[in-house]
């Protein structure tokens, strides 16, 4: 049976303003860069970060399945949604460009840097649109994955860098980043946890993930996953 998540109340306006503070460089609208310019942009955010997250997981999926699934964003979003997980992402693609709406007023696109078996970089520009905090308006990320077959499945090592685009953004940040580290890692977690259960339904039961999709989404499911299957 396919797990469905009810949705729950949020966690008070405080607490939601200060998560978006730390994920608003993670999205953002932009136009195409050349893959040297991307590097360059990435290195800048790595080099003088205002906040750092690390995290190391195992999923229970085979190699293909987990090489699968960080191809295809677009799908493993629709799947997010329709699986009820929070908070509710749109994915959208345009060209190599990921687009992606998050509700709590987060905005924009993830250019892929470099993406190789095992090892993929993603530099994200972001606009944060809320009113508490304007000086957190916009700002830049670089996502790095590494990852490994081992027994049992893959292993993944995360490292998500942030840089606010303005020097009040910086200095907020960095002052912040005590009170923020709790919220952030707790809602990061939940992430991963709901992201493992969607590579579990995927490796496992493939026909229920494919039930949760219709038109396009399912037909690009099955031509993505069907060869694989159990």
């Known amino acids: 049976m396919v797990e469905r998540r009810p949705p729950t109340a949020g966690g008070g306006r405080v607490r939601r303003v200060l998560l978006a503070c730390v994920v608003a460089a993670s999205l953002g609208p932009r136009p195409s860069l050349a893959a040297e310019d991307l590097a360059s942009l990435a290195r800048q955010v790595e080099a003088h970060p205002d906040v750092t997250y690390r995290a190391a997981f195992t999923w ?28 509710a992402y749109d994915f959208s693609a345009r060209g190599d460009t990921l687009h992606v709406v998050d509700p709590t007023g987060l905005v924009g696109d993830a250019l892929p840097v470099t993406t190789a078996p095992g090892a993929c970089t ?14 957190l308006n916009s700002g830049q990320a670089v996502f790095v994955v590494r990852s490994r077959q081992v027994d049992g499945g893959v292993a ?14 910086n200095a907020v940040l960095r002052l912040a980043r005590p009170l923020l580290a709790g919220h952030v890692q707790r809602r990061i977690d939940r992430n991963l946890r709901d992201g ?25 499911f099955r031509r993505a996953f069907g060869p694989w299957r159990p």
């Open 60 to 87: 229970p999926c085979r190699w293909v399945t987990w090489e699968r699934m960080l191809a295809e964003p677009v799908l493993m979003g629709r799947l997010w949604r329709a699986l009820g997980y929070e908070p």
């Open 122 to 135: 993603w530099w994200v520009d972001g606009r944060l649109n809320h009113w508490a905090v304007p000086v």
């Open 156 to 169: 993944v090592d995360l490292v998500v860098t942030v840089r606010a685009g303005s020097p009040l953004g």
């Open 196 to 220: 493992r259960r969607i590579a579990e339904l995927v490796e496992t039961a493939p026909d229920s993930a494919l039930r949760l999709l219709d038109g396009g989404d399912a037909e690009r």
